[in-house]
Structures are given as C-alpha cells and as structure tokens.
C-alpha cells in the first residue's frame, strides 16, 4: 500500500509541472545551491517531464522543479517496461566516475605485489567489514597485480583496529593475517596517515567498504568476483 501511494504522490507531483515552462539549468543550478551549502552539484539535467530537472550531488540523484522549491528524492518508473529510470541514470552516472589514480594516497597505502604487479587497483577498506574481507578472498586469485590497500576506518571500532595493522613490523601480514584468518593483531602503537587517508575517502566520495579504483580512473564500489576484477584491470591497462 505504502509503495502504491509513493508512486501516486509522485504521479502528481509529475501532473504539477505539467504546465511549467522550462527554465534555463543555470539558473535552476543557482535556486538549488543554497539548499546543500558547501556542497558541489555534478550536473543538472532536464527530464523529459516538462517543469521536472535531474539534479546530481555525489551519489544522489533527485529531483527539482525549476525553482527549487520543491525537491523529490525517488524513481520515476516507466509504466510501460516497469523499469526504474532513476536506476537506470544512477548506473550510467556510476559508470562514468573518475577518480585520478595519481591523486590517490598511495604513500599511505598497505600495498601488496604480486607477480610482475604491472596492473594496479586501491581499494578503501576496513577491516571490519566482512564485504572487504571476502573481497580480499576474491583477490587471492589475482595475479600480476598491485594492490593499494587504502585504509577507511569508518565503522565502530574500526580506527583502533587499523591502527594496531598499520604499526605491525609487517603491515602486509598483519592485514591478511587478519582478513583472511581472523588473525588480530598485536597492541602497538604508532604515528599512523588514518586521518588523512579518510579525508583522502569523504573527498573521493566514498560512501561505503570496499571501494575499488582502477588505474583509468573508474571506480567499483562494493565486493565483485576476481573474474570482474579481471576484467576491470585489463580493460584499465589498456586505456591507460
């Protein structure tokens, strides 16, 4: 019922800017931007609903009338085919992110080499999070690989924990000891980059462990099988 009433008040809300002259993006872009203060706007879009703008910040997609005085967050659905629009968008907008390999803090980075390590893929993680530990799972079946371990203590407990991994003598072990064992690792403690390496994150936009960025720039968020793993690193190696 809830979810047959959601998409009623948004048919409405659709019929509402029927009658509404479109507005130049420019300055629905300005009627917008007082309402996420601080916050970039990645693009403004028409729909092809007359009145209606796709607007993007980060990873949201929402939606506006012309000036901004009404905001509407979920997915217009075409009744013909039943498929999400809005979901459709959200993949080709997730498609199309870069992420500057180079920019990355790879100085910080827990990184592990194997084989001639010509390939290369950073991945936020924590180690808390059981979606990185099977994705270091997946890894293992990578060769020819260098992996960037950027460590992401956002969940509780977290922040101690990677301390602990990034004060061992051998930082390598101590994470897959631990991600792949179960291993904890011993107290130490230590002049740790944590901090810069979560500014390094929230500026990236990462909202969620593990996030993987390849050497073209394109970003994977969450854990895929070593077969898109392999996939993802030999179409970067030869854009790059």
């Given at each position: 019922?809830?979810?047959?009433?959601?998409?009623?008040?948004?048919?409405?809300s659709?019929?509402?800017?029927?009658?509404?002259?479109?507005?130049?993006?420019?300055?629905?872009?300005?009627?917008?931007?007082?309402?996420?203060?601080?916050?970039k706007?990645?693009?403004?879009?028409?729909?092809?609903?007359?009145?209606?703008?796709?607007i993007?910040?980060?990873?949201?997609?929402?939606?506006?009338?012309?000036?901004?005085?009404?905001?509407?967050?979920?997915?217009?659905?075409?009744?013909?085919?039943?498929?999400?629009?809005?979901?459709?968008?959200?993949?080709e907008?997730?498609?199309?992110?870069?992420?500057?390999?180079?920019s990355?803090?790879?100085?910080?980075?827990?990184?592990?080499?194997k084989?001639?390590?010509?390939?290369?893929?950073?991945?936020?993680?924590?180690?808390?999070?059981?979606?990185?530990?099977?994705?270091?799972?997946?890894?293992?079946?990578?060769?020819?690989?260098?992996?960037?371990?950027?460590?992401?203590?956002?969940?509780?407990g977290?922040?101690?924990?990677?301390?602990?991994?990034?004060?061992?003598?051998?930082?390598?072990?101590?994470?897959?000891?631990?991600?792949?064992?179960?291993?904890?690792?011993?107290e130490?403690?230590?002049?740790?980059?944590?901090?810069?390496?979560?500014?390094?994150?929230?500026?990236?936009?990462?909202?969620?462990?593990?996030?993987?960025?390849?050497a073209?720039?394109?970003?994977?968020?969450?854990?895929?099988p070593?077969?898109a793993?392999?996939?993802?690193?030999?179409?970067?190696?030869?854009?790059?």
């Amino acid at each position: 019922m809830a979810t047959h009433l959601k998409h009623f008040i948004f048919i409405l809300s659709l019929s509402f800017f029927s009658g509404t002259l479109w507005a130049n993006e420019e300055a629905v872009k300005e009627a917008v931007q007082p309402h996420f203060e601080g916050q970039k706007i990645d693009s403004i879009k028409k729909t092809p609903f007359s009145g209606l703008y796709e607007i993007v910040i980060g990873d949201e997609l929402f939606y506006s009338d012309d000036k901004a005085n009404y905001l509407f967050f979920g997915h217009i659905i075409d009744t013909k085919t039943r498929a999400s629009m809005t979901n459709e968008r959200i993949q080709e907008i997730k498609a199309a992110r870069r992420v500057s390999f180079d920019s990355l803090p790879l100085q910080h980075a827990i990184k592990a080499v194997k084989g001639d390590g010509k390939r290369k893929v950073a991945v936020y993680t924590d180690p808390n999070c059981p979606y990185c530990k099977q994705l270091e799972k997946e890894l293992i079946n990578i060769t020819n690989v260098t992996v960037y371990n950027l460590l992401y203590p956002v969940l509780n407990g977290s922040m101690e924990l990677s301390k602990k991994i990034w004060c061992a003598e051998n930082q390598i072990k101590a994470w897959e000891d631990f991600m792949l064992r179960g291993t904890a690792p011993a107290e130490k403690d230590c002049e740790t980059p944590l901090e810069t390496l979560v500014k390094s994150g929230r500026e990236n936009k990462v909202s969620g462990t593990p996030t993987l960025i390849f050497a073209d720039g394109s970003v994977v968020g969450g854990m895929i099988p070593a077969a898109a793993i392999e996939e993802k690193l030999e179409s970067a190696s030869k854009d790059k």
